[in-house]
């Protein structure tokens, strides 16, 4: 077997959506399913599909055009770049967008391809990453794009919890529903899908107080079963669906302390070191070229992580209750932004289980 290894366990990811789903759907709100933490594979894609998603969303157009045979609407999270325009009014069904500049050549291009290009506009309710801050800004926006030819406006969205750290509650979330009903009547027209945000507005729905919006877009709380505004486990839910494994290629006994004068490390940090004695030091191929070390816990609670370098992990067995010996694996689970590194790592075998 090859190693390092991501095992991603599809009957977990499958479970946690359709926990989730059947937990929003009774409040009238649809899943967009987020991918871009594996990357659009399709065949995890699926397994949201199987779960019963709605739409499948992804910040990276390459990774939309990974999924194009999953025959089920597509979003693209990430404010489109122009250079870009074609891609997406390809690919992508609806995307979301806060600049007229973009949305003007999203026409033009959808109009080549003699099609009609949705669009969710994005508000920004204060944690200040993408969006129309001021009102007055968004409606002057609308006002032009209802002469567009190549574009329908389906909607308005906001992201929260990403930038800025605000956590979505009913009062900021209620802005949004204000000015959909606001915008609806002036310029007359039907915004279908009110998108209020993501893993982090899952307690809202887990409290029934999310009036008014109808779509989440969930990465996070899909793959981890895990609401990010507090960190909590979701009921029925699971948070091993992704593990790692990495291959031990030394094991000896040697001080806590390097030995000699320190200066800065490979990344230009000087360390710092607690004397615990002589310890029981395993190094592991695996590093910080393909992951996140904050973001890594082994399954073994005997064992720490003491850091280590691009190619090389770092672990402390000494209080394990196991003699580990060159050529064991170790197990982790992963964070999100651990899973998203890792998946991206080339040098890292996925394993799908089905
Ligand atoms: C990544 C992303 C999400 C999903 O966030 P999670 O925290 O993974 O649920 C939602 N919306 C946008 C715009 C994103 O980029």
Redesign the pocket.
Known sequence: MKYPRMTIDLSIIRNNVKTIVELCNKQDIKIAG?T??FCGNPEIAKAYIDGGVSYL?D?RIENLIRMKDLDIPKIM??LPMKSEAEYIVEYVDIS?NSELETIKLLSEKAMEKNKIHKIILMVDLGDLREGFYEEDSLLDCIENIISLKGIEIIGLGT?LTCYGGVIPTEEVLNRLVKLERQIEEKYNIELEILSG????TVHLVENCKINGLNNL?????LILGIE?AYGEQIKDTDDGGFRLQAEIIEVKEKPSVPIGEIGKDAFGNVPTFIDRGIRKRILCAIGKQDIDFDGLYPLDSGITILGGSSDHLILDSSDSEINYKVGDIIEFKLS?VGILRAMTSEYIEKEIIK
């Open positions: 987020v871009k933490v969303a910040s999270l990430r979301l992201n945000g993501n893993s982090s877009r969930l990465g996070e709380s990010t999100y």
